[in-house]
């Protein structure tokens, strides 16, 4: 597992990765997702960058 620069957010990132899964249509699971492709893993990825930009926009209001 890659480290967490802030260690008692782990649990929240992994929430918010749940999170943007679900919302993007992808099964992800808890421990290994290996079997899932690479346009899976990039579109769960992109939505939490996208939601982050969001979160960053929002908070500059």
């Known amino acids: 597992m890659k480290k967490t620069l802030v260690p008692s957010a782990r ?8 999170e943007a899964a679900s919302e993007v249509g ?18 769960v ?7 982050m930009i969001e979160n960053a926009e929002n908070s500059m209001k």
């Open 45 to 51: 990825g992109g939505q939490m960058v996208k939601k």
């Open 11 to 18: 649990e929240a990132m992994n929430k918010f990765k749940m």
């Open 26 to 43: 992808v099964n992800l699971k808890q421990g290994y997702n290996g079997d899932l492709t690479a346009k899976q893993a990039g579109s």
